[in-house]
């Protein structure tokens, strides 16, 4: 392909994403095909010579795009929103084209230089201390792993990293019943096992009780065990409950255990002033996380990771070989030191599109919109007597199916997983659930970029007019 050929499918592509966005509420929100079904379609060997690229864009057209579940519909309301917007297009668009390695500072200057201003930036909006410093990683699920593992290695003087953990008592972990499940997967790649993952009982509100905190961390310690970190969720993955921070940093201070903060969803929330009270006590944290490709117009993949003590990250991951070594080593930030890939992309362009081209006030006005959305239709189900809300936690709010008469918890199970299926199957909304108690509950997230109080509001009637045309076994 050609320059002259580029341009032509380039603006064709351009052209049809931008039309994509125009009318992406009349696609069915989640893929509708058959396990199978794309593979089937799929010549079974590469092509011993190449193909035209109007060829290749109609088959992405006519065997992709139905397999595909659509992530930036407005009613996409399942697990968390990854949102994207046009400026964060943009900006990937440009850090593609560059194709830049951004591993230390002397591959491209303004990558790393961009990526430290930016967290700044950042910390800054969300109300973090000064005294953090950020870097980007891809997930939070990365970022929880390097949390644990610095931890780890400070803990026990940078020894592991040399000699490994044969020497050292069983280490634990401790996080709430309802934390999300990379929390288990980095005790399992660390070396930990998942047995040292110590899960603490939850409140009403399904939030950690430090109590119970305080409890196993002092019962540990008496068994001869090596008490590590206490990961606390600002917004969990199945209610968006909140930890108490404050006390369970109370608790890690008096035990000397690391606190890693993961507020991987409702972290953006922070930019909104009246949200701070979420991390009262965050001075005291060691390392906190949130993803800008969740809910701040940012698409994926990009978390922001910040961290109080630079040097013990920098000190656990830094591997410096002769042909890395350069002139600049030791004077400025070279990000490779950070985490665990040693290539990384050029992710810092995209948030700072978005950052600049939105504005902190209309990225706090598109927040503030969601949360409201949410809080009227919690409003709804629970004026309506055949449903149940369960709980609202921001723009999230968990509800069941309930009709008149039905109490019991299986029975109501069965009910709600068919309307559940019955609406994915509609291709009109995706949900997805989780389970508070025994009972399983309906998850709707008001989140997506451009969702109004109008799509949120059709989906209410669907889901009523859904329900009552289930058959009840």
Not at 27 to 55: C, D, L, T, W
Not at 219 to 224: A, R
Not at 280 to 289: Q, R
Not at 352 to 368: A, N, Q
Request: net charge negative.
């Amino acid at each position: 392909m050609n320059i002259e050929e580029f341009k032509k499918q380039g603006h064709a592509m351009v052209d049809w994403i931008a039309s994509y966005y125009e009318n992406i509420r009349d696609y069915p929100v989640k893929s509708q095909v058959k396990p199978g079904e794309i593979f089937g379609q799929i010549a079974n060997k590469a092509p011993e010579h190449g193909e035209p690229m109007e060829r290749i864009f109609q088959d992405f057209k006519e065997i992709i795009i139905p397999g595909i579940t659509h992530w930036q519909s407005p009613n996409f309301y399942a697990y968390f929103p990854a949102n994207a917007s046009f400026p964060s297009l943009l900006g990937d668009m440009l850090a593609s084209a560059l194709g830049s390695q951004c591993m230390i500072w002397d591959t491209s200057p303004a990558a790393a230089e961009l990526e430290e201003k930016v967290m700044i930036w950042l910390r800054d909006m969300l109300g973090l201390p000064a005294i953090f410093t950020g870097v980007i990683q891809d997930t939070a699920s990365t970022a929880t792993l390097c949390a644990l593992i610095t931890a780890r290695e400070k803990l026990n003087d940078y020894e592991p990293n040399s000699n490994g953990l044969f020497n050292n008592r069983p280490m634990r972990v401790y996080c709430s019943e309802e934390t999300h499940s990379s929390v288990e997967k980095a005790v399992k790649i660390m070396g930990l096992g998942k047995h040292n993952l110590v899960k603490i009982g939850v409140d009403e509100k399904m939030a950690l009780k430090p109590e119970l905190l305080k409890q196993a961390i002092e019962e540990d310690i008496k068994k001869g065990y090596q008490p590590l970190a206490v990961v606390a969720a600002i917004g969990s993955t199945g209610t968006v409950a909140i930890d108490p921070l404050a006390a369970m940093a109370k608790v890690c201070s008096d035990h000397g255990v690391w606190l890693h903060v993961d507020a991987a969803y409702a972290g953006s929330a922070l930019i909104l002033e009246e949200y701070r009270w979420m991390i009262e006590g965050i001075e005291d944290a060691d390392s906190f996380v949130f993803n800008p490709h969740k809910w701040l117009m940012t698409n994926f993949d990009c978390s922001a990771y910040f961290v109080k003590d630079e040097q013990a990250l920098v000190k656990t991951f830094s591997i410096l070989p002769e042909y890395l070594k350069t002139n600049t080593t030791g004077v400025v930030k070279d990000y490779r030191d950070w985490g665990i890939q040693l290539g990384r992309r050029f992710r810092s362009l995209k948030l700072w599109f978005v950052l600049r081209s939105y504005g902190v006030e209309e990225m706090k006005t598109i927040l503030r919109n969601h949360i409201s959305i949410a809080e009227k239709l919690s409003e709804k189900i629970t004026e309506h007597k055949d449903f149940e809300e369960f709980t609202t936690s921001l723009n999230l709010v968990c509800f069941r199916y309930k009709p008149d008469g039905e109490e019991e918890v299986e029975s109501l199970n069965h009910l709600n997983k068919q309307l559940m299926d019955a609406l994915n199957a509609s291709g009109k909304m995706y949900l997805t659930h989780t389970k508070i108690g025994d009972n399983m509950v309906l998850r709707l997230v008001a989140g997506q970029t451009h969702v109004t109080e109008e799509d949120v509001m059709d989906s209410w009637d669907i889901i009523q007019e859904t329900a009552t045309s289930l058959g009840r076994d």
